[in-house]
């Protein structure tokens, strides 16, 4: 793991931190992966190691606002539509791969690959269709209505505890990614494979809203399938077990998409990817 690192020109300036890891022999296929709001390239680490134990090569990569990550920015600036420029950045680098991305990140990943083809597939864990409902569940309280009821907001909010400038709802609101009908309209323009992973009980991912996109999209003619699994939870990264689910569900479906047998999908225990991060952190203390 961690076979090579590099960084990336962003067109308005800046950099984008890329990590590459890189399985034993010919890969399957690459694999971009997209960290969720707060996280960074490292904290990708279990579901990198699942992919790559499957054959494929995986690029996973600090956003512009990922907090304690390489690249250019700060998480205080972090918007939506940053992070689809940001993603455009990584596919033109690595095109024709799968794009793997969860919750509110999943969101700017469909709206990047509605715009473009040179893309294999998209896989998508508690894909968040309806920003505006996930990002209040979030913050604890109504961001949203009280935006478009033109009232100010405070110009700082905390999400998961992370401080952000409440600018990024705007943000939201602006490039249309905070409801269902915009989420349908850039789904219907994806033009490859795309799978939503969804929980059935995710409180902060309403599945009927998640079907209704899944059914809209399907009704324009485009590939796309939905998978659901048994979870009344949203933030996998405070639930190994349920995470390991969802990881291993992911491998599954790009070895699909790449016309592998899912039958032999190679599911690691948990105790070995702890194991295994273990091992790249000793290394790279030693250098």
Not at 6 to 24: N, S
Not at 40 to 62: A, I, K, T, W
Request: proline share 7%; hydrophobic share 45%; aromatic share 6%.
């Amino acid at each position: 793991m961690k076979d090579e690192q590099f960084m990336l020109p962003i067109p308005d300036g800046g950099e984008l931190a890329v990590i590459v890891d890189r399985p034993q022999g010919a890969p399957l296929g690459r694999v971009i992966l997209v960290p969720p709001f707060g996280m960074n390239s490292e904290r990708m680490f279990p579901v990198s190691y699942l992919l790559v134990q499957n054959g494929f090569e995986v690029f996973r990569f600090d956003p512009r606002s990922a907090p304690g990550g390489h690249s250019s920015g700060a998480m205080v600036d972090y918007t939506m539509s940053g992070l689809v420029d940001d993603i455009h950045v990584v596919i033109d680098r690595v095109p024709d791969a799968i794009l793997v991305a969860i919750s509110l990140s999943a969101r700017s990943v469909t709206r990047a690959l509605a715009h473009r083809a040179d893309w294999h597939a998209a896989v998508l864990l508690t894909p968040v269709v309806n920003s505006h409902f996930t990002v209040d569940q979030a913050i604890g309280w109504s961001v949203f209505a009280v935006r478009i009821a033109g009232e100010a907001l405070p110009p700082d909010l905390r999400i998961l505890g992370v401080p952000i400038r409440s600018t990024c709802i705007d943000d939201i609101l602006q490039h249309d990614l905070h409801d269902v009908p915009h989420a349908i309209a850039d789904l219907s323009r994806c033009a490859r494979p795309v799978t939503l992973i969804a929980g059935d009980a995710d409180p902060w991912v309403k599945i009927d809203e998640v079907r209704e996109t899944v059914d809209g999209a399907r009704r324009a003619g485009r590939p796309v399938t939905l998978v659901t699994v048994e979870a009344a939870s949203h933030q996998l990264y405070r639930n190994p077990v349920l995470a390991l689910k969802y990881f291993q569900t992911a491998a599954q479906e790009c070895l699909r998409v790449v016309g592998r047998s899912v039958e032999r999908a190679v599911a690691a225990p948990f105790s070995e990817i702890v194991s295994a991060a273990e091992s790249v952190r000793l290394r790279e203390r030693a250098q």
